[in-house]
């Protein structure tokens, strides 16, 4: 079966260091992966999303950057977080290679990690 | 463009029916999707439906879909406490990403 990890948990960070949030998927294989935000009492905002290695494509302009260094690992970082960068951040993936029924769109999201920038 | 709107709150009584209202913009829109999320976790898939559908029954849900409004419904029947958390509505977006476009989500609390 296929499980979803983040970590860490949860993260306290200053203003201006830098992050590192990873993800990875277990027994699948070419996932579609996404990274989203939600910040507190507001709903999902769509950050990254890939579709194969080295492949991400960004949702919205910011202060953070994405990776996909390897099949099911998906990496969400910054060289210098701002306080609005706080919130929930979510992975979640999908069944890979563009199908029509709805398990293909189905996403299967991590248990999120909770990033407080002070 | 692609929008997704839900009221933001909702408030019942325990074993009294919920109704969770959600608009859509994207009239290609093929499935639609409810989301569950429970404090300070992840989201579940709760259940979906195509869009050749008017309706569809999953045990204590309920989805109404009415295409020509492009509005959803998620009915629970006998509301319990347990229900508490965030509901997502989502549809599919363009392309073969695999992107879903998510609602606000609707805050649903249950009263004992």
């Known amino acids: 079966s296929q499980t979803i990890h983040q970590w860490p948990a949860t993260l306290v960070q200053p203003v201006g260091s830098p992050l590192s949030l990873e993800c990875t998927v277990e027994g699948t294989s070419n996932p579609n992966l996404y990274w989203y935000r939600q910040a507190a009492g507001r709903g999902l905002q769509l950050l990254f999303y890939?579709?194969?290695?080295?492949?991400i494509s960004s949702e919205v302009p910011q202060n953070l950057s994405a990776s996909r260094p390897q099949d099911r690992q998906f990496i969400l970082s910054s060289k210098k977080l701002l306080l609005s960068d706080s919130g929930f951040y979510l992975c979640?993936?999908?069944?890979?290679?563009?199908?029509?029924?709805?398990?293909?769109?189905?996403?299967?999201f991590g248990p999120g990690t909770r990033l407080t920038v002070t | 463009g692609e929008d997704v709107e839900q009221s933001l709150f909702l408030s019942v009584r325990e074993g009294d029916s919920s109704v969770i209202n959600c608009t859509y913009t994207d009239s290609s829109s093929t499935y639609l999707y409810w989301y569950k999320q429970e404090p300070g976790a992840g989201l579940q898939l709760l259940t979906y439906?195509?869009?050749?559908?008017d309706m569809k029954q999953d045990q204590r849900l309920t989805v109404l879909l009415n295409k020509k409004d492009k509005h959803l419904s998620l009915r629970i029947a006998d509301t319990q406490t347990g229900d508490s958390a965030i509901y997502f509505c989502?549809?599919?977006?363009?392309?073969?990403?695999?992107?879903?476009?998510f609602g606000q989500g609707t805050t649903l609390q249950v009263k004992p």
């Open positions: 439906i195509f869009s050749n559908m």
């Open positions: 989502a549809e599919r977006g363009s392309g073969n990403t695999g992107k879903l476009i």
């Open positions: 890939s579709v194969g290695i080295g492949q």
């Open positions: 979640a993936w999908s069944v890979g290679g563009g199908g029509r029924g709805p398990a293909s769109y189905e996403q299967y």
